[in-house]
């Protein structure tokens, strides 16, 4: 196993192991890992074991208990108001030490996203629109708060309309990280503010608060052989197309996503003209957090060529 990787310190693995063998009832060890780096913004990977291996996600950051409490949270909300597939937490599904704040999941047979099969990748949009069939009485969500990425995201319903909800809650906040992480300029700025308090006469129809994802682009997905699985969920009720968005705003995926979806649930004629809304606070949060990167800096692009098309 090696070593260099946080997630295999002795003291990490020590804490894992006690977990997950208080959660199967009897001794369980860690016989190898498998690095996940690539594949999350924390150190991540899978502890292997038998008769089930142990993914795991490491926080160093004060906030991390928080967020990864936000994220189990999320998980059991969308399971049990949806009935959609989430991971299982290991015993309480966190462990915290001098190492920091680590989430313990049960790992899944995955099938790799260049593996899938046409069948799976409609799974995805299946999941997605059953998640949506569970509605709200309002936008948002009272019981608690959460993150996009490493974002606090406030989740308290505001105003009646969805346009007031993004707006307040979704849109203006990312902009304000945006512009404090100084790697907006001050005309695109503007431009943003602008266009949310035009908000109403470009959301369309008024939607039914519906239960989202929150974070829905692809990797925040995983298959296996015969089922989707919903990953690193913010989960709030909202317009189904703010998760519709996101399915493809960092890369593109087959039109099967979007088939799979439509076998449950419609999509509106109208939701091509208002992707690149529901993006922006995404694209606004990449800035915030990694603006000042070689993946970061183009989105500055984005956001300005997004406004533009609603002058």
Same mark, same amino acid.
């Given at each position: 196993m ?23 009832g ?6 190898g890992?498998t ?5 999350a913004?924390?150190p ?11 993914f795991?996600?490491?926080?160093r ?31 309480a599904?966190?462990v ?12 899944l ?84 503010? #602008? ?18 994802h ?18 690193d ?14 399915l ?13 979806? #439509? ?49």
């Amino acid at each position: 196993m090696t070593t260099q990787h946080p997630l295999c310190a002795p003291a990490v693995v020590t804490a894992v192991e006690q977990a997950a063998s208080a959660h199967r009832g009897r001794p369980w060890t860690v016989t190898g890992f498998t690095d996940l780096d690539d594949r999350a913004s924390h150190p991540a990977g899978i502890l292997h074991g038998a008769p089930f291996s142990v993914f795991v996600k490491l926080d160093r950051a004060a906030s991390g208990p928080e967020q990864f409490t936000a994220e189990l949270r999320g998980h059991r909300l969308l399971r049990e108001r949806a009935g959609v597939a989430t991971p299982v937490p290991v015993g309480a599904g966190l462990v915290t030490g001098a190492f920091g704040s680590v989430l313990m999941l049960e790992a899944l047979p995955e099938v790799p996203a260049q593996a899938r099969t046409a069948a799976q990748w409609r799974s995805i949009g299946r999941a997605l629109a059953i998640a949506h069939r569970a509605r709200g009485e309002r936008h948002g969500l009272a019981e608690f708060d959460g993150f996009f990425g490493p974002l606090p995201q406030d989740n308290q319903p505001v105003g009646t309309t969805w346009a007031q909800f993004y707006a307040e809650r979704r849109l203006l906040p990312r902009l304000r990280d945006a512009v404090d992480s100084g790697h907006l300029p001050a005309e695109v700025a503007g431009a943003v503010a #602008r266009l949310a308090g035009r908000l109403p006469e470009l959301c369309g129809p008024e939607p039914e608060p519906s239960l989202l994802h929150g974070d829905a682009q692809q990797n925040n997905f995983l298959t296996t052989a015969d089922a989707a699985v919903l990953l690193d969920t913010a989960p709030g009720y909202g317009h189904p197309e703010a998760d519709l968005a996101l399915l493809d705003y960092f890369a593109p995926v087959p039109g099967e996503v979007f088939d799979g979806y #439509r076998e449950v649930a419609p999509i509106d004629p109208g939701f091509g003209q208002r992707r690149e809304l529901w993006r922006l606070h995404g694209y606004l949060a990449v800035l915030a957090v990694d603006g000042s990167s070689a993946f970061g800096r183009p989105f500055v692009r984005r956001v300005a060529e997004a406004v533009a098309r609603y002058r």
